[in-house]
Each structure stands twice: as C-alpha cells, then as structure tokens.
C-alpha cells in the first residue's frame, strides 16, 4: 500500500492504475494515519491550473475503482473533509458531483 503514496503524490497514473487493477483492495489505508488513496488524492494542492487537471484526472481514475467516499482515517476525517482542509476545489466539486452525502 506505500507504494501508492508517492505515486499518487507525483502523479503517476500509470504506476497508480497498474497497482489498483492489480486487485488491490481500494479501500486500505496508504498513509499511517489511515488515508486512502482515494482520501491522499483529495489532498493534492491545487498550485496551477495544470495542478487541478492533473487532481481531477488522478480523482477519476481512482473513481474507476469505486472506493468509498465516506470512509473515515484514523482522526475521523473524510474525503470530503480532508479536501476542504486542503483547500481543493476540485476534489470538493467531484465529491458534490458523485452526490456526497
């Protein structure tokens, strides 16, 4: 599961993919605190317009492999929470476009 992290942090789709299409349980933690990585992708900063498409095509393609959106970490955090406090609105607008509850 550590591997995701740093994948997922440099934006490498192709390593993120092959890892979760190699039936890797969505939902496991990828940090020690018990983020996801659908969780880690709504962390990303949004730095440049760039930043945001590569955060949206990097939420997209975890989506692909249905995780849940409510699953809490350690602290009780969300996905949904986790964006606000990193102050991602791309995370935040998928999130309300999936229909978070």
Same mark, same amino acid.
Do not use: W
């Given at each position: ?32 605190? &018990?983020?996801?990585?659908? &969780? ?46 990193? &102050? ?14």
């Amino acid at each position: 599961p550590r591997v995701l992290n740093p994948a997922i942090k440099k934006y490498e789709f192709q390593k993120v993919f092959d890892h979760l299409n190699s039936e890797f349980p969505i939902d496991t933690p990828v940090t020690d605190t &018990g983020i996801t990585c659908f &969780g880690l992708a709504c962390t990303l900063s949004e730095k440049t317009p760039e930043h945001r498409d590569y955060i949206k095509c990097m939420l997209e393609l975890i989506l692909r492999f249905k995780p849940d959106l409510t699953l809490k970490d350690n602290h009780g955090r969300t996905p949904l929470h986790l964006a606000a406090r990193c &102050g991602s609105n791309t995370a935040i607008d998928i999130l309300l476009d999936r229909g978070y509850p």
